[in-house]
């Protein structure tokens, strides 16, 4: 509970190893996905001198009212996205990303995030643009089918995206709950212990809508910009392919790619961006997945910015997945 009574956000997943793994904490920080507040608490608690909140989710803000105050200007609430966190603050010493969609947006079915509660099929982190339902309308079939086979990794794409064709003639699709049962008729009946036959394909549509992939990109050079040398930037991510992009950004930083083969001619050596803190991805303990089953998907990576300039690099040297449209 909060000073006023008012119920306290939830501790959010890897907490305890990230403040571990990014102790002494202190300085100026960006949690660059606010949601419940979780992570800003937990740096201000722990010794953060100010932490910079941002969210593209107005109602991140809203659920913050009632203790924000506590912190004084020690905490400052920013609207907007984390790719642009360099235009919000510099010189910073720390950097927290907690990726995918939070669990303050998962448990509001009128947010239209989670197939196991009815609701209007949106989607939308920031309340605008266009919603899943709009992709759902819009988009013929090879469209839908890439969307849920780049980004869901659903090996039945193209079944299911005919499926959504047919059924959208015969009446819109507009609430998560069709939707879920359509993709449920798809695919044969999950046995115990299997996740949801509609949870590859509802994360493909949102990860679509929200442009996430396009998001961690760009969020990870920001981040690079916004730090300052020794600066920490500690990425949450809770599928493979997020996990595998911020694994190669901070190799790649880090010049640990090596060569392709060993026949190859030697890369010329540039300055390191970042140095490597965790040298394994950090998951859950026995003890966070009794607290939080969500969190047994969930993966900490931790890297230290160097001195050195920021450089280019592409989204296919970090295995970013994209459309067909977007390929070449």
């Given amino acids: 509970m909060t000073k006023d009574g008012a119920e306290a956000p939830h501790i959010p997943v890897l907490l305890r190893p990230l403040l571990k793994a990014v102790a002494p904490v202190s ?15 937990g740096l201000l608690d ?8 941002v969210d593209r989710d107005p109602l991140a803000f809203d659920l913050a009212k009632p203790w924000a105050a506590e912190y004084g200007d020690r905490l400052v609430l920013q609207a907007g996205v984390f790719s642009k966190m360099d235009e919000y603050a510099s ?3 720390g950097v927290v990303l907690d990726l995918g969609v939070s669990s303050m947006q998962l448990d509001l079915a009128e947010r239209g995030f989670s197939f196991m509660r009815d609701g209007p099929l949106d989607m939308r982190m920031s309340q605008t643009g266009p919603s899943a339902a ?3 309308a819009e988009l013929d079939e090879v469209q839908l089918a890439d969307i849920l086979y780049t980004f869901g990794e659903e090996r039945a794409s193209r079944r299911i995206a005919r499926a959504i064709v047919r059924e959208r003639e015969a009446e819109p699709i507009t609430t998560t709950l069709r939707l879920a049962k359509i993709i449920e008729s798809c695919l044969p009946r ?15 549509l949102r990860i679509a809508v929200n442009a996430e992939y396009d998001e961690l990109f760009e969020g990870l050079l920001a981040a690079e910009r916004a730090l300052k040398p020794g600066g920490l930037l500690a990425v949450v991510t809770f599928h493979s392919i997020e996990d595998r992009m911020v694994k190669r950004f901070f190799q790649h930083r880090a010049g640990k ?19 490597i803190v965790t040298r394994k991805s950090v998951g859950p303990d026995d003890q966070e997945l009794e607290e939080n089953p969500r969190s047994r998907s969930a993966r900490l990576r931790v890297g230290r910015r160097t001195t050195a300039e920021p450089g280019p690099i592409t989204p296919k040297e970090l295995g970013m997945p994209q459309l067909k449209g977007q390929r070449g």
């Fill in 27 to 41: 300085g100026r920080w960006l949690d660059g996905t606010f949601g419940a507040g979780g992570y800003t608490r």
């Fill in 46 to 53: 722990a010794g953060a001198d100010q932490v910079v909140g």
């Fill in 91 to 93: 010189d910073l010493d």
């Fill in 134 to 136: 709009d992709l759902v």
């Fill in 190 to 204: 999950s046995k115990p212990g299997q996740s949801h036959p509609a949870t590859r394909s509802f994360q493909g």
């Fill in 257 to 275: 790619t090596g060569r392709a083969n060993r026949y190859a001619p030697e890369l010329e050596e540039v300055p390191s961006q970042f140095e």
